[in-house]
């Protein structure tokens, strides 16, 4: 199934921590916090301006985004675990 985002809405895939600290020691999953880096898998078209023109996002697809412990709503398609929120919840692009 596809899904296509509406207005400054984006779909956000986590991407999973290392379970293993930098000494050796396994983190158990009820332990780890919640993933706060994610990859974009689609944005929606943009939001409306005041000059009621469509103004783009600066994220895209395939970006690695951070984004808030909290931020967006969780949802599962397709089986798959996903995070859809507004494009002001996204903190900055990860660049390497």
Same mark, same amino acid.
């Given at each position: 199934?596809?899904? !296509?985002? $509406?207005?400054? !809405?984006?779909?956000?895939? !986590?991407?999973? &921590?290392?379970?293993?600290?930098?000494?050796?020691?396994?983190?158990?999953?009820?332990?780890?916090?919640?993933?706060?880096?994610?990859?974009?898998?689609?944005?929606?078209?943009?939001?409306r301006g005041?000059?009621?023109?469509?103004?783009? #996002?600066?994220?895209?697809?395939?970006? !690695?985004?951070l984004?808030?412990?909290? &931020?967006?709503?969780?949802?599962?398609?397709d089986?798959?675990? $996903? #995070?859809?929120?507004?494009?002001s919840?996204?903190?900055?692009?990860l660049? &390497?």
């Amino acid at each position: 199934m596809k899904f !296509r985002p $509406l207005h400054d !809405r984006v779909v956000v895939k !986590r991407i999973e &921590s290392e379970t293993k600290t930098a000494g050796g020691i396994i983190i158990p999953e009820t332990a780890a916090e919640k993933p706060q880096q994610g990859e974009v898998i689609a944005v929606g078209p943009g939001a409306r301006g005041d000059d009621n023109e469509i103004v783009a #996002l600066d994220v895209k697809k395939g970006d !690695r985004v951070l984004f808030g412990k909290w &931020s967006g709503t969780e949802v599962k398609i397709d089986g798959e675990d $996903l #995070l859809i929120m507004k494009e002001s919840d996204i903190m900055g692009v990860l660049v &390497s």
